[in-house]
């Protein structure tokens, strides 16, 4: 698998001084298994992408969605591929309880937000939901979706191809006290802690002896707030030690977050690690 990390921030885009070595683009994951296209996240990072996938003539393309919030949908609007008719994409998600994924897509992709509706576009885009721990095949990649710990419907996934293992687990508060999701609270607490203790099987399960897992580490300790849905790096560093993974990735940097106060982040959790650690780079690229 070749990767490249084309959008690394959180929340919302950042240009700025602060932001200029490890970017400032939403979350964005460019993915290639020997001749599949596989993108994760459509964040503002997938803009570029989709010029270059243009300029190499792909018009087969799977992008796998985590969940809708703005910063991991904003960019699709200006993905370019949508207006080659050549072109197909086939967009998963984790399904929503009460709408369907293309719905959520036309309603940010219509009047008065954008002048071209979805429904207008050259492409061919296929929608597909997904189920909680459901796998699919795509040629020869596999693929899982397990359900994590935030608000609304969010997933993370598990790619596997020619022996190499990439996992992705944002947004996410892996080992948080609060149940976020839409549906998960149901009252009795023991039933909670079974959930709880479901879902932070579900990420160990993404992540299980990874090549590189890919990880929410939003928050700093001292900045966590238990009812955002987001991790911090110390919460990656022990699931990549119950996972047993190879390489971990610190992900989805607070849009805040300067380009010094990340190296010391880095340097900082590196010692802990017991595998190899760093901090996600806007344009980084890495093979499997």
């Keep these: 698998m070749e990767i490249t990390f084309r959008g690394v921030r959180g929340s919302y885009p950042v240009a700025a001084p602060h932001s200029v070595r490890y970017g400032g683009n939403t979350s964005c994951i460019e993915v290639w298994a020997g001749d599949t296209c596989l993108i994760i996240d459509a964040g503002t990072g997938i803009r570029t992408l989709g010029k270059e996938l243009i300029a190499r003539d792909q018009r087969d393309i799977h992008l796998l969605i985590s969940h809708t919030h703005w910063d991991h949908v904003q960019g699709f609007p200006h993905f370019a591929p949508q207006h080659d008719e050549n072109a197909h994409i086939r967009i998963y998600s984790l399904a929503h309880a009460d709408r369907a994924l293309a719905d959520i897509f036309r309603a940010q992709q219509q009047a008065p937000f954008h002048p071209v509706s979805i429904d207008n576009l050259e492409a061919r885009i296929d929608f597909i939901d997904l189920q909680d721990a459901q796998s699919f095949r795509i040629g020869e990649v596999q693929i899982t979706c397990h359900r994590l710990n935030h608000p609304s419907f969010t997933g993370g996934y598990r790619i596997e191809y020619g ?126």
């Design 163 to 288: 022996g190499k293992v990439l996992a992705y687990a944002s947004d996410a508060d892996i080992y948080g006290p609060n149940l976020l999701g839409d549906g998960m609270k149901n009252g009795a607490p023991e039933l909670e802690q079974v959930r709880r203790e479901h879902l932070q099987n579900s990420a160990r399960d993404l992540a299980h002896r990874a090549d590189l897992l890919i990880c929410d580490t939003f928050f700093l300790p001292g900045e966590y707030q238990p009812d955002w849905g987001h991790s911090r790096p110390e919460d990656g560093v022990r699931l990549a030690d119950e996972a047993q993974v190879q390489r971990l990735a610190l992900f989805h940097h607070e849009p805040h977050r300067s380009d010094e106060e990340m190296e010391a982040i880095e340097e900082r959790y590196r010692k802990e690690a017991l595998c190899d650690l760093f901090a996600s780079v806007e344009g980084m690229e890495l093979s499997l």
